[in-house]
């Protein structure tokens, strides 16, 4: 879903006409056209019904019109607080993976092109220069050496990954007692230490049977897609995850919230323009739930 297609749809559903909306916008009416069929089919859902040569929002159109509206109107707004002699680069420090903030950085950056972002993924939780960043993206036990403010991004809790051929596969839910005989990949760093979805295997009243460890969460995703064994993963990868059509990601019972995600930042510290733009886009989005609107379809 791009910023141009929120934009052309909200276009159409002003006039309730492709041909006066491309007029406005000054594009060519199929282009016009093949955007929205795109849009609608991105999402699954017809947002118009063809009536009388009108574009008439369908129940689905007209609550897909006013989520648009506001996250145009939250685009707006940030761009208000924007000099022409801002800074124009962002560092965020991720010690943990969250595919929710990458996705914010994503569609932030659609509407500011001008503003370079500089990420960095930290491994099982490796130590890192924490004041070299801006914001700094880390559960609710990380210490920082210096006071923060914090914005919960996400309450954690746990998805197991198994193969779709898996007698387990089609549950909507999964305990730990139901997949303990199960082999398993595990995160593992360079001084012997399991991921925590190790430890909770062990609280839980069994030595996982570990097949295969990295040090690398991108191995450890691309082994369990293969379908070679099961993966733990926390709530920030599962849009990654439920995209694999080989694999089931099912909740795991009995770890709800157990290490939410938050956005730090210096409390001590005068954001840039960008940087206070990009918190109050985050805030908003997180408040109002627009995140939900930049997940895929599979979700």
């Known amino acids: 879903m791009e910023l141009l297609q929120l934009q052309y749809f909200e276009c159409i559903a002003r006039h309730e006409s492709v041909t006066r909306a491309a007029e406005e916008l000054r594009i060519s009416q199929p282009s016009l056209s093949g955007s929205v069929l795109r849009l609608e089919k991105e999402l699954g859902m017809a947002l118009f019904e063809r009536k009388n040569r009108k574009m008439i929002l369908t129940s689905y159109g007209e609550y897909f019109l006013s989520t648009t509206r506001r996250v145009l109107e939250l685009i707006n707004t940030s761009r208000l607080s924007f000099t022409s002699d801002m800074p124009d680069r962002i560092s965020i420090g991720f010690q943990n993976y969250n595919e929710k903030i990458l996705s914010l950085i994503e569609h932030f950056q659609q509407a500011f092109p001008q503003v370079e972002f500089n990420v960095y993924g930290s491994t099982l939780n490796a130590p890192f220069s924490t004041k070299s960043f801006s914001f700094i993206v880390g559960n609710s036990d990380l210490k920082l050496p210096f006071p923060t403010n914090k914005l919960l991004v996400e309450a954690r809790s746990f998805y197991v990954a198994l193969p779709k051929n898996h007698p387990l596969s089609d549950r909507k839910s999964l305990s730990m007692a139901e997949i303990k005989d199960d082999a398993f990949c595990f995160l593992r760093e360079g001084h012997g230490n399991f991921e925590y979805a190790y430890q909770l295997c062990i ?91 930049f997940l895929p379809s599979v979700i």
């Open 203 to 293: 609280e839980s009243g069994f030595v996982p049977k570990c097949i295969f460890s990295t040090n690398n969460a991108f191995y450890k995703y691309r082994y369990v897609c293969n379908g070679s064994a099961l993966g733990f993963f926390p709530t920030g990868w599962y849009p990654l995850l439920a995209s694999q059509e080989n694999i089931s990601v099912i909740p795991l019972t009995g770890f709800d919230n157990f290490s939410n995600i938050l956005l730090y930042w210096p409390q001590n510290f005068i954001l840039s323009p960008a940087e206070q733009a990009f918190l109050d886009y985050v805030s908003a989005a997180l408040k109002s739930n627009l995140y939900e609107d």
